[in-house]
């Protein structure tokens, strides 16, 4: 087997992308790979990070400022010059864009793989016309393009000229923690009656997660006169804003946990898991959840479709919709024989499609194929 040097380039991150890259790291690491990476200092993750590989200050933001960006750029060149990789892989576009620049002046170029784990187009148009100007810019000093779902690569291909043979879908694989007893993990749940039917929903406190969403179908559910709680797990700039919501609801019924370290653990206290994003990349939640044997109700958007199929391993619904969400929860509820059948149904799947070892050797197989063919380039 054939080693490399490889330099992983990071954004600030949260939740699956986040979560995805330590499994991608330490998975590497362990098959014999040299990695190092390179994220801001001042965050989390360089720490977690910093206790797997070594770790390289990279001060690059979520914002859009383009002399901190330029600077950020100038900070990478100094990193590629001063050290020898053989692969520099890319996560998220603001890696992306600026990671790809700061390769075009590295001689010799190291190989350039880019992965895109959610949508990368922003709302304004002025901004999705420059974004995508300097994404065709910079196809030449990409090897390959990775995404995280054939929805994402879709929109890659029609909107940034992403050529095919350059691209490839590779979905994240997770390895899940060992559950908890139902007992055990009701009560950290805060889960007393143990008849009443227990809803969790794992996400970050975002608009793109459809929170909102789903407190307003989580009241439609109780005005219906069923039995259940709803536990949100999760941090983010809009906890306070679903917090004030949900005392309209009825805060006995709804809890916030907060950010919870191998929340994935707690859902063998859970009845029904619930995805109800307005945006999904892929949807680690949704996979965790059928790790857990849980039937999952998802929005019916972006890579949730290709993680959970309609009537055998859970429920899609249009996004924006939280009656139809409201009624497909009341639905499961009533029905404990079809959340069993999903639940079973939904841990095969998981367990088939989405693991940690399939996806690293994935992401291996790309890496041989990217060096193969640059033979005599990188010597």
């Known amino acids: 087997m054939r080693t490399y040097q490889i330099l992983q380039v990071l954004r600030p991150m949260q939740g699956g992308m986040r979560r995805h890259v330590l499994d991608l790291i330490q998975g590497l690491q362990e098959s014999g790979h040299e990695v190092t990476a390179a994220c801001p200092r001042e965050t989390a993750l360089f720490q977690e990070l910093s206790a797997l590989v070594p770790t390289m200050h990279f001060p690059l933001d979520d914002g859009l400022n383009p002399i901190a960006d330029l600077l950020a750029m100038r ?67 990409t090897d390959r393009v990775i995404a995280v779902s054939d929805s994402l690569r879709r929109e890659l291909l029609l909107t940034h000229g992403v050529d095919e043979a350059r691209s ?66 999760g941090d983010g700039p809009l906890l306070s804003d679903y917090q004030k919501i949900a005392g309209k609801v009825g805060l006995a019924r709804v809890r916030f946990l907060g950010e919870v370290p191998n929340a994935a653990q707690l859902l063998s206290g859970v009845d029904i898991a619930v995805c109800p994003s307005r945006q999904e990349g892929l949807g680690l939640a949704a996979i965790e959840a059928m790790l857990a044997a849980r039937p999952v109700v998802a929005s019916d958007i972006g890579g949730l479709p290709e993680v959970i199929v309609h009537g055998e391993t ?21 029905r404990p024989d079809v959340r069993e059948r999903m639940g079973r149904l939904g841990s095969q799947r998981a367990h088939e499609k989405f693991t940690r070892h399939g996806m690293l050797q994935a992401v291996l197989r790309e890496y041989d194929a990217v060096m193969e063919s640059r033979q005599g380039v990188i010597v």
């Open 314 to 334: 859970g429920l899609l619904v249009p996004p924006e919709d939280p009656v139809l969400l409201a009624s497909s929860l009341c639905y499961l509820i009533e």
């Open 168 to 233: 490839v879908t590779i979905r994240g694989g997770i390895q899940g923690p060992p559950p908890l007893t139902r007992r055990f993990a009701r009560a950290v749940l805060g889960c007393e009656n143990d008849e009443r039917t227990v809803i969790a929903c794992i996400a970050r406190m975002v608009e793109e997660k459809g929170i909102d969403l789903l407190l307003e179908a989580f009241a439609i559910l109780l005005s219906r006169g069923f039995d259940a709680e709803l536990v949100l797990i």
């Open 75 to 141: 900070h990478l060149q100094k990193l590629l010059r001063r050290e020898r990789f053989d692969i520099v892989h890319l996560h998220g576009a603001k890696a992306g864009y600026v990671g790809r620049l700061a390769v075009r002046g590295i001689e010799p170029r190291p190989a350039v793989l880019y992965t895109v784990h959610n949508h990368v187009l922003p709302r304004q148009a002025l901004l999705k016309k420059a974004m995508n100007a300097l994404e065709r810019r910079l196809a030449a000093d």
